[in-house]
């Protein structure tokens, strides 16, 4: 029983880390909140189901197609709502975010109108297909899901340390004007990093229609919703803490799921953030900030 929970409480988790690593990228680099990364997710999701049941192609060409879709609408995205902000001298700090908040409610719209308001389901070819180690059942979609989501949480690691495009990243992150001043072209890297987190979304709105066999444009709310509390949880533009504060998190709603009530699954999981929180109020990898006196 417990083992069983601790795998699906893994696959779950590293879900959550994907979608984190889409906000904590995004606020890494801007340092905001990218509200329309749930809308983006949705989409992708979509993309991924229209893509196997309108033109029947295997799993990972509509992936592909999800993370071509979703990367684009993060270039637009930055081209549109938030690069013309930047450049405006005297922008409130809070325009991107409502920005992104304009451009997540006409994703939203335009979903209902292409996909329909209803859930649909999304078909796996190997869903049924599991394997049993012991008392364990894993499905082989569940390690699908694991694994793409390690690789890619180990990739945008490998990528961020030992490129020079990720490391100029990092130094865009870091600070803006001195990357600017060492010759990193810090527009190129912004618009990088809108489209890198972007496409992170479509992949892991594919993988929560393939965890859940459903999809709905309402999906990205609430998902969006957790990849904020993952960010905070985990350390505010943290890589490592975004793919912790995922795990972290998809393992408390298991558990709380298989040992408790699910009605009270959302409220367990963020009842334990919030103790976390006060314990550490930086988040697990953040830097704590220099107290201020009342």
């Known amino acids: 029983m417990f083992l069983q929970q601790l795998v699906n409480g893994l696959t779950l988790g590293s879900i959550y880390a994907i979608v984190a690593l889409g906000y904590t990228l995004v606020f890494g680099v801007l340092e905001i909140i990218n509200m329309a990364h749930g809308a983006i997710f949705m989409f992708g999701a979509f993309i991924g189901l229209m893509m196997i049941t309108t033109f029947k192609v295997p799993l990972w060409i509509a992936m592909i197609g999800a993370i071509i879709v979703t990367a684009f609408l993060g270039l637009l995205m930055e081209r549109i709502a938030l690069n013309p902000l930047r ?14 908040i304009g451009v997540s ?4 719209n335009l979903a209902h109108k292409l996909f329909g308001a209803e859930t649909q389901p999304f078909p796996v070819s190997f869903a049924e297909i599991s394997y ?5 059942k894993i499905y082989l979609v569940q390690i ?69 066999n459903a999809v709905s444009p309402q999906m990205g709310l609430s998902m969006g919703l957790k990849g904020l509390a993952i960010i905070i949880l985990g350390g505010m533009g943290n890589v490592n803490g975004a793919m912790v504060g995922g795990l972290i998190l998809g ?12 009605g009270y699954r959302d409220a367990i999981a963020f009842l334990i953030i919030i103790v976390i929180l006060l314990v550490r109020p930086q988040g697990i990898f953040g830097e704590k900030l220099p107290g201020v006196r009342r």
Not at 132 to 136: A, H, Q, S
Not at 147 to 157: E, Y
Not at 251 to 262: K, L, N, P, R, W
């Open 87 to 100: 450049r405006r001298a005297g922008v409130s700090h809070l325009a991107p975010l409502i920005s992104t």
């Open 132 to 136: 049993e180690i012991g008392n364990v």
């Open 251 to 262: 393992i408390t709603e298991v558990f709380s799921v298989a040992y408790g009530d699910s």
């Open 105 to 108: 409610i006409i994703l939203e």
């Open 144 to 212: 699908t899901i694991f694994f793409i989501s390690v690789a890619l949480m180990v990739g945008l690691q490998i990528w961020l340390g030992k490129t020079k495009a990720g490391k100029a990243l990092r130094a865009t992150a870091e600070n803006m004007e001195t990357a600017g001043l060492l010759g990193v072209n810090t527009g190129r890297m912004i618009t990088l990093t809108v489209v890198i987190a972007s496409a992170m979304g479509g992949i892991a709105g594919v993988l929560v229609g393939m965890a859940f």
